[in-house]
């Protein structure tokens, strides 16, 4: 068997692929990342990510790269306003945040940890055996073969992984296109939740005193073939035939368009191949959900794959890649597809929209369509228990500890699993022993109201790495039952 030159490639340097990256190093794990690309990209893309995924940079201490950034309070489900203040946590979003920042903070946070980047390298194929994955690369110096454990694509919704691999990729072809550009120079209304038009839709978000984001959608527009943009004339005369303003003098920095081409991965995993982000699901982009979909799909990987690694996974935790992401894919498809409707229909959907407007005057509407965007309440099988924090994400919360305050996502930060210890019994160090090079063992209390109302009923918790909750032992339980947790997520134990 030849030796392997790493332990997981991963096709693609976007903001997935890098996240993964750290996460495996996180674990402890060898990465080489190739991208096509010969340099970082300095366009904006997507500008912020959903409230789950704010939460999800905070466990693992990268919010203060970010320099500092509002979020949102106020947002859409297809175009109907929502204030996403209404659930706990909510928001409609980081403020301003372009894309360019996001890959940069990951590929510097990458590469402190010692991710290998390499751009400039394009897989071009592979051959997948029972011990490992070997990839064909053009790099600046010839071809190359690179091998490897483990191969995973995020290479965006034009995968090479997933086209090579043979993974269907079913769904809806386009039937509308949005174009968009970055324009200094120019003045015009602000519309960051979009605004109707006789001929279609309009979004203008403000960047700089003179610079804006404008997004527009012309009814009756087929999708062009390709990726070719339209020229800034295009945007101008299809800008003023919309709103009537001019906007044919200003500079535009990035031109692009987008389509509601909305596809996902039969399968997130094919043997030691396997997808994220784009590469597994593509869809109509509202919301900032993409780019954060990609993002937690990431973080549910990374830590499965370093402890397959390892050799300590136990039977089936990797599948569980698939089994908790795809789900998730898929409802974010279903609802970008029902806001597709909503937002840019026209007045064949008006009955639909008055609807569905009706409806949000009920609170219960109003949570559930917020919390569809935010990610907040995504819950994963876990096993048996009713506790509400069970399969959740463990929400951000003030806690004391022994050794002073802390919190619940910094007791994240290392990317390792945490046992929270919320009662004065004796046996879950005990219990947890075994599992110490692999999990954290903490005593904590709630600081506040938020705290013991929502530890309410739990005397210890088992968090996994990614942040969500895969036990809860109730008052009374037998450190035994812990035991056997950490054995289900974490495997045999190292020692013990």
């Not at 960047?207 to 070719?228: L, N």
Request: hydrophobic letters at 40%; glycine letters at 14%; proline letters at 7%.
């Amino acid at each position: 068997m030849p030796a392997n030159d790493t332990d997981v490639i991963i096709a693609g340097a976007g903001p997935v692929g890098l996240m993964l990256a750290a996460e495996l190093r996180l674990g402890g794990v060898r990465v080489v990342v190739l991208e096509r690309s010969t340099d970082p990209t300095d366009q904006t893309r997507a500008l912020g990510f959903t409230s789950r995924t704010i939460e999800v940079f905070d466990q693992r201490g990268l919010l203060p790269r970010f320099g500092g950034f509002g979020t949102i309070p106020i947002g859409h489900f297809g175009g109907l306003t929502l204030d996403y203040r209404e659930v706990p946590g909510g928001s409609y979003g980081a403020a301003g945040v372009p894309q360019s920042l996001t890959s940069s903070i990951l590929d510097e946070w990458g590469t402190e940890l010692g991710a290998d980047i390499r751009r400039g390298w394009t897989v071009t194929g592979f051959d997948a055996d029972l011990d490992g994955v070997s990839v064909a690369v053009d790099s600046p110096d010839g071809p190359r073969r690179l091998r490897a454990a483990y191969l995973v694509g995020c290479d965006g919704g034009r995968s090479t992984v997933r086209k090579l691999a043979g993974i269907d990729f079913p769904g809806q072809d386009a039937v509308m296109e949005l174009a968009f550009a970055e324009v200094d120079g120019i003045r015009v209304k602000p519309r960051p939740n979009g605004e109707r038009v006789p001929g279609g839709l309009v979004l203008a978000f403000q960047q700089g005193a003179d610079r804006f984001r404008v997004t527009y959608y012309e009814r009756g527009v087929v999708p062009r073939p390709g990726t070719e943009p339209p020229s800034y004339p295009e945007v101008a005369a299809a800008w003023l035939r919309l709103t009537g303003e001019d906007i044919s003098a200003g500079s535009p920095s990035w031109i692009g368009r987008f389509t509601d081409a909305s596809r996902q991965a039969a399968e997130y995993r094919r043997g030691r191949v396997l997808l994220a982000g784009d590469a597994a699901h593509i869809h109509l982009p509202i919301g900032g959900q993409g780019m954060s979909t990609g993002l937690q799909d990431a973080v549910n990987l990374g830590w499965k794959l370093a402890a397959e690694i390892h050799g300590h996974a136990p039977d089936g935790l990797l599948d569980t890649y698939h089994s908790e992401r795809h789900p998730v894919g898929a409802r974010v498809i279903r609802n970008t597809l029902a806001q597709r409707i909503l937002y840019v229909g026209g007045p064949e959907v008006a009955p639909i929209r008055d609807l569905v407007t009706e409806l949000t005057a009920y609170a219960d509407v109003r949570r559930h369509l917020i919390n569809t965007v935010t990610g907040l309440t995504i819950r994963y099988d876990v096993g048996p228990g009713e506790h509400p924090l069970l399969g959740c994400r463990l929400p951000g919360l003030d806690l004391a500890a022994a050794d002073g305050p802390t919190s619940t996502l910094r007791l994240l930060h290392r990317a390792r699993g945490v046992v929270l210890v919320l009662d004065d019994g004796s046996g879950w160090a005990e219990a947890a022993a075994p599992w110490a090079e692999r999990v954290d063992t903490v005593s904590v209390r709630p600081a506040d109201a938020d705290g013991a109302a929502a530890f309410a009923g739990a005397a210890a918790l088992l968090v996994r790495p990614d942040g969500y909750v895969a036990w809860v032992g109730p008052p009374g339980t037998s450190p035994q039952h812990l035991a056997d947790a950490l054995l289900r997520w974490f495997g045999k134990p190292a020692v013990g």
